[in-house]
């Protein structure tokens, strides 16, 4: 199975700044998810790219796939204190799962 | 309604007791996760039913027995477990696109 793998797995910053988070991947996908998780919390699906997107928004979500280096990366511009919680990438492994990675711990200091 | 619940949020047990976890989602979501979650590590597949049959069992030891009643309803039952099996239990729905997460139960086993 692959697994994602999310750089830095911890990332501190101040209000206002832009925070970004990248994901690893070991073979070819259909897609690649990420969820975010506060604190001790269930998991929240974020956004979805498709492996025939190179850059997708939500909001002030910025997601980009670059499937030649099998990497994915996640921009939140003009972050917010409640924005402080761990993000994770997800590929699907086979038709009913996915598989996710070790994560980032964002901290967003207001 | 969007939501998967989830009972009890907290719940402590001693090794040789027997207790239940609850998780139910009304969004006709014909698939069903159960993931075990250590701290500061990603969710982990532990079972996944489709169209109320147990599809896959990620090699879980057979102290965790899982059971959907109906289409709606995802039990995790719980007997014999072992301090290390401490952990926040979380029931998902939907599909390899994307899933609806519980709060989860904390678990501590004493």
């Known amino acids: 199975s692959q697994q994602g793998e999310e750089d830095p797995q911890a990332l501190s910053i101040q209000e206002g700044e832009n925070a970004t988070m990248n994901c690893s991947y070991k073979?070819?996908?259909?897609?690649l998810q990420w969820y975010r998780q506060n604190s001790g919390r269930g998991l929240v699906h974020l956004i979805l790219?498709?492996?025939?997107?190179r850059e997708k928004h939500s909001g002030r979500l910025r997601v980009t796939l670059d499937t030649s280096k099998k990497s994915s990366s996640l921009l939140i511009t003009a972050s917010r204190a409640a924005d402080t919680a761990s993000y994770f990438c997800a590929t699907p492994d086979g038709y009913q799962k996915v598989t996710f990675g070790i994560g980032t711990k964002l901290q967003v200091i207001p | 309604d969007t939501e998967v619940t989830q009972t009890p949020k907290h719940l402590v047990m001693g090794m040789t007791n027997k207790k239940s976890l609850k998780c139910e989602q009304h969004m006709g979501h014909r698939a069903m996760y159960w993931y075990k979650q250590k701290a500061k590590k990603p969710p982990e597949l532990m079972f996944v039913?489709?169209?109320?049959?147990?599809?896959i069992n990620e090699s879980v030891p057979s102290r965790f027995s899982p059971e959907c009643p109906n289409s709606s309803l995802l039990n995790l039952h719980l007997h014999a477990l072992q301090p290390e099996d401490s952990a926040l239990y979380l029931c998902?729905?939907?599909?390899?696109?994307?899933?609806?997460f519980g709060p989860g139960t904390r678990l501590t086993v004493l």
């Open positions: 039913y489709s169209y109320e049959k147990l599809s």
């Open positions: 998902a729905s939907g599909n390899y696109n994307e899933q609806f």
């Open positions: 790219i498709r492996s025939n997107e």
């Open positions: 073979t070819s996908i259909n897609n």
